[in-house]
T-cell receptor
Framework: AQSVSQHNHHVILSEAASLELGCNYS??????LFWYVQYPGQHLQLLLK??????LVKGIKGFEAEFIKSKFSFNLRKPSVQWSDTAEYFC????????????FGKGTHLIIQP | NAGVTQTPKFQVLKTGQSMTLQCAQD?????MYWYRQDPGMGLRLIYY???????DKGEVPNGYNVSRLNKREFSLRLESAAPSQTSVYFC????????????FGEGSRLTVL
């Protein structure tokens, strides 16, 4: 079965710092990749997604992610974080035709200090 | 835009009691899901319904039952609640199971004493 690894469970940054959250998946075939965000007390919402084409994907609120097939990675980045980016971030993947649905990583809890 | 609506938002049960979490979506999606979220465990799939009339077990189905009442509604039932079922439950929907993009409800926080 496919798996998704998010190596950083907790990340603390200061405002204006740059952010990179790691995500690796274990599957050698075609994948669709997603980042979801969950703000405190809220439900998950889609941040960005990659299906095909340009491996650098831009999402909402200044986030972007780069799909590197050779590294099985889909890391999330933001050049300058804000206090309002404090949230939990989940990487997720579907494999092949997606018949097995979406597999989530365990999440990274990001805290931005003012 | 209602999206995915789930009720109740909060519930406290005693061990052994039963309850049903209700979920409805107004996006004409074919697939619906129930997840539970626990600290350090991420999201775990309990049951899903790929299309109206079908339901399948996910990663952690024990202690739960589901009903896909119609295309809009997908309920989750705890027949005999246990403290291990204390969690936050999320309903979600997607156009199809392979689509990947899920739309989530606001969550239901359940405490079992």
């Amino acid at each position: 079965a496919q798996s998704v690894s998010q190596h950083n469970h907790h990340v603390i940054l200061s405002e204006a710092a740059s952010l990179e959250l790691g995500c690796n998946y274990s599957y050698g075939g075609t994948v669709n990749l997603f980042w979801y965000v969950q703000y405190p007390g809220q439900h998950l919402q889609l941040l960005l997604k990659y299906f095909s084409g340009d491996p650098l994907v831009k999402g909402i609120k200044g986030f972007e992610a780069e799909f590197i097939k050779s590294k099985f990675s889909f890391n999330l980045r933001k050049p300058s974080v804000q206090w309002s980016d404090t949230a939990e971030y989940f990487c997720a993947v579907t494999i092949g035709g997606g018949a097995d649905g979406l597999t989530f990583g365990k999440g990274t809890h990001l805290i931005i200090q003012p | 835009n209602a999206g995915v609506t789930q009720t109740p938002k909060f519930q406290v049960l005693k061990t052994g009691q039963s309850m049903t979490l209700q979920c409805a979506q107004d996006m004409n999606h074919n697939s619906m899901y129930w997840y539970r979220q626990d600290p350090g465990m991420g999201l775990r799939l309990i049951y899903y319904s790929a299309s109206e009339g079908t339901t399948d077990k996910g990663e952690v189905p024990n202690g739960y039952n589901v009903s896909r009442l119609n295309k809009r509604e997908f309920s989750l039932r705890l027949e005999s609640a246990a403290p291990s079922q204390t969690s936050v439950y999320f309903c979600a929907s997607s156009q199809t199971r392979s689509a990947g993009e899920l739309f989530f409800g606001e969550g239901s926080r359940l405490t079992v004493l």
